[in-house]
């Protein structure tokens, strides 16, 4: 049993309002198996997240489950991150409940609760790896955030932008048939999509490029079932995986492979292992990180080694 001091924050908007019952579903295991002093509070955007947070660390929490999709994972993780580096906060735990719509932080899914991934074993809870990437945009803004599961650009950022401002139909599939949506999502995108050029940097090369799509792999699923190997070559270092000059059937075929977890190497697949690159663009694109999107045209990532600590 953990015996600490432990605050839940569940996102009962998540999967489009389908994380309220699926928390409903898991709270009385989730509690029995917490033990110790618990403090639950359910929100709906919009939400002063950090200023709650910033007010229950001063009461000595230092355990953190957050409930919701990848993005509610990332926002919190970023929070208690900037707290950590401000020196409000001396360290934290994280776990996290899956009630969002894919869920890959949770991915291989180990432990389930009434069929629902958790991560909530803070007793194994160890230090991982996380991506750090600053972003400048257009209107000379600038912005540093972490990522936990991956980054990308292309047709994954694209696809994501639709899924979280969704239309009619990705809308109505989101919270009855997950894959479905995140199938269909993938499909209008693809068919949307043109190459985008950029410059990137990586192991002291610079290549211009027509970015089909980038993905900056910690954890290698990327949305629903779609991934690529099932862990990293090595830990301490991205694994980075560019399509270049695709057309639409060289991307639908890639989709294929990466429902199988496959990603075949060839003129326009190419694979590259590195701590850092650099991604500029000459005007604004959207970058994904776990979800969650941001406009940008320079791109700065790095691998922060065995930096937060994460329950299993």
């Given amino acids: 049993m953990i015996e600490e001091k432990t605050l839940i924050v569940i996102n009962v908007a998540a999967n489009s309002g389908a994380a309220k019952c699926k928390w409903e579903t898991i709270e009385k295991e989730v509690l029995q198996y917490i033990g110790g002093e618990v403090i639950v509070r359910v ?17 000595e929490y230092y355990q953190f489950i957050v409930g919701g999709g990848d993005g509610t994972i990332n926002f ?3 929070i208690l991150y900037e707290l950590q580096v401000q020196g409000l906060l001396k360290s934290f735990t994280l776990g ?6 894919s869920n890959d932080f949770f991915k291989p899914m180990a432990h389930l609760i009434n069929g629902i ?7 194994s809870a160890r230090f991982e790896d996380i991506g750090s990437v600053k972003i400048d945009n257009s209107n000379g803004e600038k912005l540093e955030k972490i990522f936990l599961v991956n980054a990308g650009l292309g047709v994954t950022a694209d696809a994501n932008f639709l899924f979280n401002n ?3 139909l990705i809308n109505f599939l989101k919270p009855k048939a997950t894959q479905l949506a995140i199938l269909a999502t993938a499909l209008i ?9 950029i410059t990137i940097r990586i192991q002291k090369k610079i290549i211009e490029v027509a970015m089909s799509n980038l993905s900056i792999i910690l954890i290698p699923y990327i949305s629903g079932s779609f991934h690529y190997n099932k862990e990293r070559s090595e830990k ?3 694994d980075i995986f560019l399509c270049k000059e695709m057309g639409r059937l060289s991307l639908l075929k890639t989709l294929i492979d990466l429902s199988r977890g496959e990603f075949k190497i060839g003129k326009d697949r190419i694979v590259y292992y590195s701590k850092n690159l650099r991604i500029k663009s ?3 694109i959207p970058l994904e990180i776990d979800g969650e999107i941001f406009l940008g045209r320079s791109f700065d990532f790095e691998l922060i080694s065995k930096k937060i600590c994460l329950a299993t």
């Fill in 166 to 168: 969704p239309n009619k």
């Fill in 43 to 59: 929100y709906s955007p919009p939400f002063d997240l950090q200023s709650f947070f910033k007010e229950i660390i001063k009461q």
């Fill in 282 to 284: 000459k005007k604004d």
């Fill in 96 to 101: 996290a409940l899956a009630l969002g719509s």
């Fill in 189 to 197: 995108t693809i068919f949307k999509h043109s190459n985008k050029t």
């Fill in 236 to 238: 301490n270092r991205f």
């Fill in 76 to 78: 919190a993780a970023n």
């Fill in 117 to 123: 991934p958790v991560r909530i074993n803070i007793k």
